[in-house]
């Protein structure tokens, strides 16, 4: 099956709210129409011909410290996995850090689950970049709905307002397709 690619800012239909607020600062972003069935990262890439190491997952982290819990996104290649408790952890100078519940990452985004973008976050939210990505000169990520992805140069993710690029993942394991 074959993704058309068109300028995001003109389908902002199909985009969640938040991402089609946001994306017009984007530059070079795109966005294809998928099936919302095949929206996790596995299934899209296996039936749209996208390879993992072109494709990025976008995690929600809860940092806490002292009472005060703060959220975050992290941004890896789905080849990798974000270091939540070394790296992240440290970065948000926190006691501990886990991934955000579904229901409070979808609350706070305004974003579907298995959508979830770094595009169109709360303005006070840290994106931290793995460096892989942003040295990527383009890469799938969500849009913030099941129904469609985001194709974004990594550049312009490292320089969306909040981010912060470091090394920030670990190689996972292969995965069979």
């Given at each position: 099956m074959t993704l058309h690619?068109?300028?995001?800012?003109e389908r902002p239909d199909l985009l969640a709210a938040p991402v089609a607020r946001a994306v017009r600062e984007v530059e070079g972003a795109e966005v294809a129409e998928i099936d919302p069935e095949l929206a996790d990262t596995a299934a899209f890439c296996e039936r749209y011909g996208v390879r993992l190491d072109e494709s990025a997952n976008c995690v929600v982290v809860a940092a806490r410290r002292g009472g005060e819990t703060r959220h975050a996104a992290c941004l890896v290649l789905a080849t990798m996995r974000a270091d939540v408790n070394g790296v992240v952890r440290r970065r948000?100078?926190?006691?501990?850090a886990s991934f955000a519940p579904?229901?409070?990452a979808v609350e706070l985004t305004g974003m579907?689950?298995?959508?979830?973008?770094?595009v169109g976050l709360p303005?006070?939210?840290?994106?931290?970049v793995d460096a892989h990505v942003a040295e990527h000169p383009r890469v799938v990520i969500g849009s913030g709905v099941r129904g469609s992805k985001?194709?974004?140069?990594?550049?312009?993710?490292?320089?969306?307002?909040?981010?912060?690029?470091?090394?920030?993942a670990i190689q996972d394991e292969p995965k069979p397709i």
């Open positions: 690619w068109v300028p995001a800012a948000l100078e926190a006691r501990k579904m229901a409070e579907e689950y298995g959508g979830i973008t770094p303005e006070h939210w840290l994106v931290l985001l194709r974004v140069p990594g550049a312009a993710l490292a320089a969306l307002k909040t981010a912060d690029v470091l090394s920030l």
